[in-house]
């Protein structure tokens, strides 16, 4: 027997199977190791949003997930496989840090705002050079970000360390931020911070920028065919650059979000990764902007919920990164979920391509 | 029937709103070629599609040899005997025309790939059939006519007795197909069954033994060459009279419009291939420009549309010189574009129709205001357009892939013939395009030219361009040759000129 389906219905049915399929394999494996399926995904569920506690959580969470994915998504969007979410994100954590303490005397309302501005055009910024770099001599996004994301790391590190370092911190990190430099929590008591809002509202407006604006259609166009772009008089090179600095301008608003919201400081110690599930995260929601959400936040709920899952049944913290593992997997390769569930595609939709080949 | 080698019946097939076929009969005899006539929509490729086991037919049965047979993917037609010549080729350029034939298929010794025996087997089968073709070749190096018969010996190296060819010489130059008609002969010698897949009304009277045609489809029947001919032909595929010449006012010639001077232009791998051309284009006037494909025509419209920047020369429009390399300033001195690859350049094909009708403008008010488009402009105004221009699908939201050719084409041309302008420069308009869309276009070109517009038009298609040019002037090595008017051209004259011999004429 072979479903068929309205084209339309295959585009949510193959990723929601793909999650479903992933946390199937996950059970098998939380079984084999002689742990209890049900306490392991009970407490994936109820340390995600069991409580309003939780919630609050799995939010804090996905604000950079949303923020880095659809950085992603745009230079998807573009044709451009942007890598460096990441180095995208601590250029911007380091500015608006740096603007968070280095600046006195400035009330609320101006300091936060110049403090989120530096923060975007610094990842603006570091993404803007490899796209320049693709526009003027055809050097493939791929590897520049990437080295991008080496550069920045490092460089983030040295400066934590050194000149940003606060001489009369325990830890190596910069001063904490001015008060006046706080994104402010939305519910007292709880970790969610006013990024998260930041975060919906950055959906709607790439929402808007992509799909009613000029600009946006440029820069779809450019995606999807660069020739007939050429040919209705697009410029390709400026188009490049511009997908790279907003790309990397969310990816930078995502790491200000992390230290004006949550640590109030960069610590030399600053965790992410969200840069690279980022990737993920776009694959999933087929860079739409509007899906980037329930991505994002079925990412920060499976990374939130684990801890608990861990506790409860006992069984490696790991095993979430083997779901989300397959879940990219199976994005990466929607044929395996047709064939396993007998879901015939007709006609091939185009899609969106994600790279090609080295340098043009 | 004992000589019937092949019997579709009854076959139906529908997709998600359309009636591809609608239970058509077909049925080919050993050692003849078949014909498959029809529009773009008509049904022919879903038909050969579901023979070729890429579909499966809602209704019907296929009978081989008189036996009933189950196709349910290429591998399965390919083993009962049947392979297919796509348009597009399947062939993978860096690999050697025995790679290409055995993928898929490799005859093996001791695990390895037995490189002689199928090197043995391509080259007796290339012989007999006189294809001269050397296994060790690089596809890509090989001219398309040569890769065209790397892919019919695909199909006859596995053993097929059934070749389905879909528009062959739609990649051919006059002389290539002329080469194909012979091999197609030789392999009808031999037994082999041959289904011939066209729009072509002359090929088609030329090389068929049995005609088949389809419209809108179902089968509308079937006829011989011997007791038909081209107004019969074109009667049954669209359903109506079909203007098969075009009528055209006497020239009213004005003005120059766009004037060459000397016009020097390298191709993307540095080799000049555009030299030092001159000629102008009036207003209402279609210059005709004949030639090969493959002697810099291509080049000369990108150089003269913005794609392709020229290195010496000038190009003005209206009086205006272009610096070159850009398309927008081209645009913006009312220059129309219709390009030779729509799928390549003229179309963003995953774009709903609307989408591609403003592809050019959408910068511009009242397509857009200040940062945003303005969709309800922009809805009613690709509603106007999809009417006006007989675009055929559900709206204007129909992703343009899914259109037929002859309807992508009409997107194109509505959208370039949407606003007002004073040259058009069609490259290659009608290629690939059925009977009923040739005819569209060609009245639009005249209704430009008879509007007082100048047309450009660069085509590789004799009778078009003496059917449509008040002047033509013919391409040969990058340079116009010779320039005549309609009156003094034929097309014996032009084929010669465009050999590049010019002498005596």
Not at chain 1, 310 to 315: G, P
Not at chain 1, 339 to 358: D, H, N, P, Q, S
Request: hydrophobic share 45%; net charge positive.
């Amino acid at each position: 027997m072979q479903i068929k389906l309205k084209a339309g219905y295959q585009d949510l049915l193959i990723p929601l199977l793909s999650i479903i399929t992933s946390l199937i394999i996950g059970a098998v494996i939380i079984w084999a190791s002689g742990a209890n399926v049900y306490a392991a995904y009970k407490g994936l569920w109820q340390g995600a949003f069991g409580s309003a506690r939780a919630i609050a959580e799995t939010f804090v969470g996905t604000t950079p997930y949303i923020l880095t994915g659809l950085a992603v998504a745009f230079g998807f969007r573009c044709g451009l496989f942007n890598i460096g979410a990441e180095g995208q994100l601590y250029a911007g954590a380091l500015a608006a840090a740096y603007i968070g303490y280095a600046l006195h005397g400035l009330p609320h309302f101006i300091h936060l705002p110049i403090a989120i501005i530096a923060g975007i055009a610094a990842g603006g910024i570091w993404g803007a050079i490899p796209g320049y770099l693709k526009a003027k001599t055809g050097a493939h996004e791929v590897i520049n970000t990437i080295m991008m994301n080496h550069i920045m790391i490092r460089l983030t590190d040295f400066l934590v360390k050194n000149p940003m370092l606060d001489p009369k911190a325990s830890v190596p990190r910069t001063p904490y931020i001015l008060k006046t430099a706080y994104l402010p929590k939305i519910i007292p008591g709880l970790r969610l911070h006013w990024g998260f809002i930041l975060a919906i509202l950055a959906i709607f407006l790439i929402y808007f920028l992509l799909f009613k604006t000029k600009t946006g259609f440029e820069i779809r166009t450019v995606g999807l065919n660069q020739d007939a772009a050429q040919y209705a008089g697009m410029n390709i090179s400026k188009n490049f650059v511009l997908a790279m600095a907003i790309s990397g301008g969310l990816a930078g608003l995502a790491g200000a979000g992390e230290v004006l919201g949550l640590n109030y400081n960069l610590p030399a110690a600053f965790v992410s990764g969200f840069g690279f599930d980022a990737i993920a995260i776009a694959l999933l929601a087929k860079s739409n902007p509007l899906a980037v959400f329930p991505s994002a936040m079925l990412w920060a709920a499976l990374r939130n919920g684990a801890g608990l899952m861990q506790i409860r049944a006992q069984i490696s913290i790991d095993l979430i990164n083997i779901v989300q593992a397959f879940v990219i997997m199976f994005i990466a390769a929607p044929r395996i979920v047709r064939w396993v569930y007998r879901i015939k595609a007709e006609k091939e939709k185009a899609g969106i391509l994600l790279t090609k080949g080295w340098g043009k | 029937m004992a000589d019937e080698i092949l019997l579709l019946k009854g076959i139906s097939k529908s997709f998600p709103g359309v009636l591809a076929n609608d239970s058509i009969d077909f049925a080919l005899k050993k050692s003849e070629i078949h014909s498959l006539l029809g529009e773009n929509g008509a049904g022919k490729t879903t038909l050969m599609n579901i023979l070729y086991g890429l579909y499966t037919p809602d209704a019907g049965e296929i009978f081989i040899n008189g036996k009933k047979a189950v196709i349910h993917s290429p591998a399965d037609a390919l083993s009962q005997g049947i392979g297919m010549v796509h348009q597009h080729f399947m062939l993978i350029p860096t690999m050697t025309v025995c790679e290409n034939i055995i993928l898929g298929n490799e005859s093996k010794k001791n695990g390895l790939i037995n490189v002689e025996e199928s090197h043995s087997r391509i080259e007796t089968l290339s012989k007999r059939y006189s294809f001269n073709l050397n296994p060790t070749d690089l596809v890509k190096d090989l001219p398309i006519g040569t890769q065209q018969r790397v892919e019919i010996l695909k199909a006859l190296y596995r053993e097929a007795s059934i070749l389905i060819l879909d528009e062959p010489t739609s990649v051919l130059t006059p002389q290539e197909s002329k080469e194909l008609f012979n091999i197609l002969r030789s392999l009808k010698a031999e037994g082999k069954s041959i289904i011939f897949i066209s729009h072509k009304l002359k090929e088609v009277l030329e090389i068929s033994d049995n005609i088949t045609v389809l419209r809108d489809g179902k089968g509308v029947g079937s006829v011989s060459p011997s007791n038909t001919d081209e107004p019969q032909l074109a009667r049954m595929m669209v359903g109506r009279e079909v203007i098969l010449k075009v009528s055209k006012q006497k020239m009213q010639r004005g003005k120059p419009v766009l004037q060459v001077k000397n016009l020097n232009v390298y191709d993307r791998r540095g080799v000049r291939v555009v030299n030092g051309i001159s000629f102008t284009v009036h207003e209402g006037e279609i210059f005709g420009m004949a030639g090969v494909q493959g002697n810099g025509q291509t080049e000369l419209v990108e150089a003269l549309t913005g794609l392709l920047s020229f290195e010496s020369g000038e190009i003005s429009i209206d009086g205006t010189g272009l610096r070159g390399n850009n398309p927008r300033e081209v645009f913006e001195l009312g220059t129309a574009h219709i390009p030779e690859d729509r799928q390549k350049h003229g179309l963003v094909l995953p774009y709903p129709i609307r989408d591609n009708l403003i592809l050019c403008s959408y910068y511009k008010a009242p397509f857009s205001k200040r940062l945003s488009l303005n969709f309800p402009y922009i809805t009613e105004s690709s509603n106007k357009l999809m009417e006006e221009f007989d675009i055929k699908a559900p709206g204007i939201l129909t992703t343009t892939e899914t259109l037929s050719g002859g309807n992508q084409q009409k997107t194109v041309v509505a959208r370039e013939l949407a606003r007002e302008i004073r040259l058009l420069i069609a490259s290659q308009p009608t290629r690939g395009l059925d009977v009923g869309s040739i005819e569209y276009i060609h009245k639009k070109i005249v209704e430009t030219r008879d509007s007082g517009h100048a047309v450009l038009l660069v085509s590789s298609e004799l009778d078009e361009i003496l059917s449509l040019s008040d002047t033509i002037g013919v391409i040969y090595k990058g340079q116009i040759v010779k320039t005549l008017s309609y009156y003094e051209a034929t097309k014996d004259k032009l084929g010669l000129l465009m050999a590049g011999i010019v002498s005596e004429t």
